[in-house]
């Protein structure tokens, strides 16, 4: 089986997040490599949740990374192709993960096909994982309970990405800010306290925060940026809104700490003299992430170059990458076959990019393993 009928087979089953279910697909990919006499895995990190784990070789270790869940489909209505049906039309296969990150798990997987009954000198360890799209279960219940997997793996390659080597990724900081005030009737709003008026003040705030941003302005990231992403408030019309939430959405360039990020948005609440009461001045929406950068002249990223024609770029979005470089101090790129469907109605991915891709993957394993 080619990569290209590997990602149909994959994007057939449903592994949408949320829910999160897991168990279908990484069966699959764990018989997948039963098959090809690899050493697999099947590991559980809650109920119906898995991530699927391989490893060959010893020291000098390269992970090989992708993941299986995806985001929901949405509304069926508005694909034009069936999102489980994985149809190819004009050299694209649509579906929903065909891009994120199903053709990438496929490359992976098929890239394996020539190199299974060989004897690996260097130690390959691939991590297939659930729960990226939502909360990064899968990894990072494998990098806090299952350190033995990654014991002399230095460099890493998290397969969820576009056709360009990713060195260089941004930080990111969700924010909710809460402003309370005091209800009254709305033909009379001055014997109330109106807590939209205070977010209004907030943001306007914030908005001419942006112009600070260019103080912090990265080669490669540039910088960086804040998009307030929803506001919730009010009961009725006619009533004094005494309760409106505000979040925000942080990305960090290199230079910026999620404290100096912070502190940011703390001297505009004491400059205004808010109340804000839930969780301090805020509260802090998942988990934080600083800007990462791999060097232009790793030995990963040498190698890939040596490989293909691929250019090297950044990535404002997020990949895992951040997560097993800050902890686990690996050194590692992103790169795949994503495009600018992921996430969106009628996704698909090239069927160019999947061959061109098993073909980087199949000569970074040989020049890496062997």
């Not at 490893?55 to 929901?72: E, K, Q, R, W, Y």
């Not at 899968?138 to 397969?159: A, E, Q, T």
């Not at 502190?263 to 003299?273: D, E, G, M, V, Y």
Request: hydrophobic letters at 35%.
């Amino acid at each position: 089986m080619d990569e290209v009928e590997l990602t149909q087979e994959l994007v057939r089953i449903n592994s949408e997040n949320p829910p999160g279910n897991e168990k279908s697909i990484a069966k699959y990919v764990f018989d997948y490599l039963n098959d090809l006499k690899v050493d697999a895995e099947l590991v559980e990190f809650g109920e119906n949740r898995y991530n699927v784990v391989a490893s060959a070789g010893n020291d000098g270790g390269l992970m090989l990374n992708s993941h299986i869940d995806t985001v929901p489909v949405g509304k069926v209505e508005n694909w034009k192709y069936d999102p489980f049906e994985a149809r190819i039309v004009d050299g694209k296969l649509h579906g929903r993960g065909s891009c994120d990150s199903k053709g990438n798990v496929a490359v992976i997987l098929s890239s394996l096909q020539k190199f299974s009954k060989e004897k690996f000198k260097r130690k390959l360890l691939i991590t297939l994982v659930g729960d990226e799209e939502v909360g990064f279960g899968g990894s990072n219940y494998l990098i806090n309970n299952r350190k033995d997997l990654f014991k002399d793996v230095k460099y890493g390659v998290v397969s969820d990405s576009d056709f360009e080597i990713k060195i260089v990724q941004k930080g990111v900081l969700h924010l909710k800010f809460v402003f309370k005030g005091k209800a009254a009737h709305g033909a009379y709003p001055e014997l109330g306290v109106n807590a939209i008026t205070k977010a209004a003040k907030f943001i306007a705030e914030v908005e001419r925060l942006k112009d600070d941003l260019t103080k912090k302005n990265d080669e490669f990231l540039g910088r960086g940026s804040i998009n307030i992403g929803k506001i919730v408030g009010g009961t009725k019309v006619n009533i004094v809104p005494s309760y409106c939430e505000v979040s925000i959405d942080r990305r960090l360039t290199h230079g910026e700490s999620i404290e100096y990020a912070i502190n940011q948005f703390r001297k505009i609440l004491i400059k205004l003299k808010l109340d804000t009461k839930v969780g301090g001045d805020f509260e802090m929406l998942g988990e934080s992430r600083v800007a990462i950068k791999t060097p232009k002249d790793s030995k990963l990223v040498k190698l890939l170059q040596s490989i293909s024609n691929l250019k090297i770029g950044k990535l404002s979005g997020y990949t895992e990458m951040e997560l097993y470089h800050r902890k686990l101090g690996m050194e590692c790129i992103a790169i795949g076959v994503a495009n600018e469907t992921a996430h969106s109605d009628n996704e698909y991915v090239k069927i160019d990019e999947l061959r061109k891709s098993r073909y980087i993957f199949e000569n970074l394993i040989r020049k890496w393993c062997f």
